[in-house]
């Protein structure tokens, strides 16, 4: 869920792939004696907490609530208990896209694209230079587009990414 309010597509993914690949699942209880119906409760429990998740992560309410209502609209109308676990999974990676691209929304193609740069390069060393490169800009010009869109250098965004992930992972 912090995953989903962090817009963090990428890391998200790579996480459902890890924990698909454990094979040992915690039980989390049973909702009905029915395979189906069980699974449908644990579905629309996800939607909500994805929903939730959203929210906390800047996606505005009447978004969120639109999304979650047509995922569970989904959900209830599955009649393969095995097809519901790839509706999930879809749950969670859309409420993470669209936290994802709501906050890259009112962003000018130059800065949205430094900022998915930054996403791809996370782990490495970023100069103004080498984004001057991808967006074909001056460093000068870049830097004082950021100001103007997000209230800070390209550097300094740079910099306050780096410390949010760093806490995620401090944390998880």
């Given at each position: 869920?912090?995953?989903?309010?962090?817009?963090?597509?990428?890391?998200?993914?790579?996480?459902?792939?890890?924990?698909?690949?454990?094979?040992?699942?915690?039980?989390?209880?049973?909702?009905?004696?029915?395979?189906?119906?069980?699974?449908?409760?644990?579905?629309?429990?996800?939607?909500?907490?994805?929903?939730?998740?959203?929210?906390?992560?800047?996606?505005?309410?009447?978004?969120?609530?639109?999304?979650?209502?047509a995922f569970i609209r989904e959900i209830d109308?599955?009649?393969?208990?095995?097809?519901?676990?790839?509706?999930?999974?879809?749950?969670?990676?859309?409420?993470?896209?669209?936290?994802?691209?709501?906050?890259?929304?009112?962003?000018?193609?130059?800065?949205?694209?430094?900022?998915?740069?930054?996403?791809?390069?996370?782990?490495?060393?970023?100069?103004?230079?080498?984004?001057?490169?991808?967006?074909?800009?001056?460093?000068?010009?870049?830097s004082d587009l950021f100001r103007k869109e997000?209230?800070?250098?390209?550097?300094?965004?740079?910099?306050?990414?780096?410390?949010?992930?760093?806490?995620?992972?401090?944390?998880?």
């Open positions: 869920m912090k995953l989903i309010s962090m817009g963090d597509v990428q890391l998200l993914e790579a996480r459902l792939q890890q924990n698909e690949q454990i094979e040992e699942r915690v039980d989390l209880g049973r909702l009905s004696e029915d395979d189906l119906t069980h699974s449908k409760y644990m579905g629309v429990i996800m939607a909500a907490m994805a929903c939730r998740a959203a929210i906390d992560g800047g996606l505005p309410e009447h978004i969120a609530f639109n999304l979650s209502d109308s599955m009649k393969d208990p095995g097809q519901l676990n790839t509706l999930i999974y879809n749950v969670i990676i859309e409420n993470c896209r669209a936290v994802h691209n709501n906050r890259f929304m009112n962003l000018s193609a130059p800065v949205k694209q430094c900022c998915e740069y930054f996403y791809v390069k996370m782990h490495n060393t970023v100069t103004l230079e080498e984004l001057s490169n991808v967006c074909h800009l001056s460093p000068n010009y870049i997000l209230g800070m250098g390209a550097m300094q965004y740079f910099q306050k990414e780096k410390l949010r992930m760093a806490c995620y992972f401090l944390e998880h």
